[in-house]
């Protein structure tokens, strides 16, 4: 298996933009994870799903956040309209049994500047 | 929630000598601890886990040890390498929230020749 595949890499866009972020969990794991990591509020979990079902988001800041699990390979992570304290590392990760039972695999993360 | 304290923010050892990272966390149900290492500009990647039921577990030069009646548990790196530079990340789940994690807020090792 390739791992969790998120894109893009790196984002670069101005404030009021759509940005949106993607995902592709490990086949078979059920839990799909949205972290945003910042050198002031360190690695923040943002939303999960169980089995594509949101479960808890209520790490997402506002309602300017957004996100998706259409199927079980495919998660978005929306931001609209962004604004400059949205830059941070944005990591998706997958687990087969939740984050409290097994090990999560990360992302390489995608890297967000909103100028 | 879940509180998830992390001590030091950074430390600094030879090579060659231990190295050992804090954390505390405030959900008294909580009963999976991960420790994640995370090298500059790479993904978080667990390196170590214990669960409630065990007090100390070991893989080779690390170890993690679980205190549950204070609440803390602890990473040992012994016979520090180069390679250990990078950030740990200690993690509780909060019982009450679905068992979601929490992170500590990182610790920067390292490792001088």
């Known amino acids: 298996d390739a791992g969790v595949i998120q894109s893009p890499r790196h984002e670069v866009t101005e404030m009021g933009q759509e940005v949106t972020l993607r995902c592709k969990p490990i086949?078979?794991?059920?839990?799909l994870f949205w972290y945003r990591q910042t050198m002031m509020r360190g690695l923040e979990l943002l939303i999960y799903?169980?089995?594509?079902?949101?479960?808890?988001d209520s790490g997402m800041p506002e309602d300017r956040f957004s996100a998706k699990m259409p199927n079980a390979s495919f998660s978005t992570l929306k931001i609209q309209p962004s604004e400059p304290r949205d830059s941070a590392v944005y990591f998706c990760a997958s687990s087969s049994g939740g984050s409290n039972t097994g090990e999560l695999f990360f992302g390489e993360g995608s890297r967000l500047t909103v100028l | 929630g879940e509180n998830v304290e992390q001590h030091p923010s950074t430390l600094s050892v030879q090579e060659g000598d231990s190295a050992v990272i804090k954390c505390t966390y405030s959900?008294?149900?909580?009963?999976?601890f991960p420790w994640y290492k995370q090298e500059l500009g790479k993904r978080p990647q667990l390196i170590i886990d214990?669960?409630?039921?065990?007090g100390e577990k070991k893989d080779q030069r690390i170890a993690v040890t679980l205190n549950k009646t204070a609440k803390h548990f602890s990473l040992h790196i012994t016979e520090t390498q180069p390679e250990d530079s990078a950030v740990y990340f200690c993690a509780a789940p909060f019982t009450g929230g679905g068992n979601k994690l929490t992170f500590g807020t990182g610790t920067q090792l390292k490792v001088e020749l």
């Open positions: 214990i669960r409630s039921n065990v």
């Open positions: 799903f169980n089995n594509n079902v949101p479960i808890d």
């Open positions: 959900d008294s149900a909580s009963n999976y």
């Open positions: 086949s078979g794991h059920n839990s």
